[in-house]
């Protein structure tokens, strides 16, 4: 692939549309996953590296599919599916809403043509707008909430799109770019990974100590701007108990992990959980996903959407499963924090970090000047200790939208914090994400905890 060229930029910035304007933000929204497909050629955006991820056409369609289905089926009269053997394929996992093609079979889907779905996204995109434009204050009060979830929904989409890119990428022996760096010199590029490796050390990180004692977490409408979106999984709102403890000042960075690897953190069972370390020796892990080393015990690469690129020292270490985040805790005698202990941390800082609008695509080394906890949000998801499941009250919308979050609180764990693509204004400090402690293609790391 081509690509574009090197002074290409996308829309990563965020709109400064204001949030009350619902059409224009969802205007918007549309716009922002189109812009990041359009790098892609037309064959990057059909096929499917693994069943975990899916292609760019797919996630094209189904966060069309989403409006189509929940708003203009339900709330337009007279309107007529644009194909109605789009509703098999582009359902994700809504079991009440009928049938649903296999996930692991996205990638056979040559046809519909990227044309057509392109053109049913601007169909469907024209017809939301319209209907928002002509609805009187009750269908607003009914359709406003679902549009609102589109639009935090296509979010998510517009992260794992780029996320199945670089999976898809690292799987091809050309190891092409989603994005050129803004200086491509690929003749000198594997020289400078020796000047890379030899780095000076991060430095160690600090402490933030915390007294625990009783705590309020999770989304609470009446707190601060009641018209604030959160996802259901995020509340209700409830006291918790913590007991003291310390929160690590920054992540964990890729050369905090090499000490792991030069230790033989993959091969000593004492570190691992039972499961962790099947999984470990199953898969071959020795290392994150997408790290190589181009000569035999040279210096790390690892693969990027900007391609292939050193190893950065003082950059948070990505792409790590939950077991490995685990296995490293105990290698450094320490643990993961619970989602709890994390939320009332971040809730003090400032919701700004290396996401999708800084456009870097990739983590970065922390400020050391900036002020603590360095990154707590973007640059990389930080995996928890928590088991993702219902806080208590937690009750699931009624209907088919109920099905979007509560189906899913078993055997994942949570991570918080948001990474470096991100949707600037998706995250905050509630926000529960959740993979299974296996899975590494996500832009997931660790921030280390301890009791204190």
């Known amino acids: 692939m081509d690509g574009p060229s090197p002074h290409t930029t996308l829309p990563f910035a965020p ?34 590296s693994m069943p975990d991820c899916s292609p760019t056409k797919w996630h094209l369609g189904h966060t069309t599919w989403f409006f189509e289905r929940f708003v203009l089926m339900s709330f337009l009269p007279g309107y007529r599916p644009f194909d109605p053997g789009f509703d098999h394929l582009f359902n994700s996992y809504y079991v009440s809403l009928g049938s649903r093609h296999p996930r692991p079979q996205r990638g056979l889907l040559t046809r519909p043509p990227l044309a057509r779905v392109l053109a049913w996204r601007d169909s469907v995109t024209h017809a939301v707008t319209g209907l928002l434009d002509r609805a009187d204050a009750g269908l607003r009060a009914r359709i406003d909430p679902l549009i609102e979830t589109g639009i935090h929904h296509e979010q998510q989409h517009q992260e794992l799109l780029l996320m199945d890119v670089l999976h898809l990428f690292s799987c091809n022996p050309l190891r092409p770019a989603y994005l050129p760096a803004d200086t491509m010199d690929s003749a000198g590029a594997m020289d400078s990974a020796a000047t890379m490796a030899v780095a000076s050390r991060p430095q160690a990180p600090g402490w933030i100590d915390h007294d625990g004692g009783i705590h309020a977490i999770g989304h609470d409408p009446a707190a601060g701007d009641a018209d604030d979106f959160a996802y259901d999984n995020e509340g209700p709102r ?30 000593r069972a004492e570190f691992w959980l039972s499961d962790g370390i099947a999984e470990a020796e199953a898969e071959g892990w020795t290392a994150p996903l997408y790290w190589f080393r181009p000569e035999q015990d040279g210096p790390w690469w690892t693969m990027t959407l900007r391609g292939p690129e050193p190893v950065d020292l003082d950059a948070p ?39 999708l609008p800084q456009g870097a695509l990739r983590p970065m080394p922390a400020d050391h000047a900036a002020t603590w906890p360095a990154q707590i949000y973007g640059d990389v998801w930080e995996w928890t200790s928590s088991a993702y499941g219902p806080y ?46 296996r899975q590494r293609w996500a832009f997931a790391g660790l921030r280390l905890a301890a009791d204190a």
């Open 238 to 267: 409830h006291d918790v108990l913590l007991r003291p403890f310390r929160l690590a000042s920054r992540p964990v960075t890729n050369g905090d992990w090499l000490e792991f690897i030069a230790e033989d953190g993959y091969g």
């Open 392 to 437: 208590p009250g937690f009750k699931p919308p009624v209907g088919a939208i109920g099905e979007y979050n509560g189906k899913f609180m078993a055997n994942q764990m949570v991570l918080r914090g948001g990474c470096c693509v991100t949707p600037g204004d998706h995250i905050r400090p509630s926000y529960r994400n959740f993979f299974y402690p």
């Open 15 to 48: 709109s400064d549309i204001a949030r009350a304007d619902l059409t224009a933000r969802f205007r918007a929204v549309r716009r922002q996953t189109e812009a990041l497909a359009a790098p892609l050629d037309p064959e990057d955006q059909v096929v499917q």
């Open 317 to 355: 270490v990505v792409h790590v499963s939950q077991y490995e985040a685990d296995a490293f805790a105990r290698f450094r005698g320490c643990r993961l924090p619970t989602e709890a202990e994390w939320e009332v941390v971040a809730a003090q800082a400032p919701v700004i970090g290396n996401l």
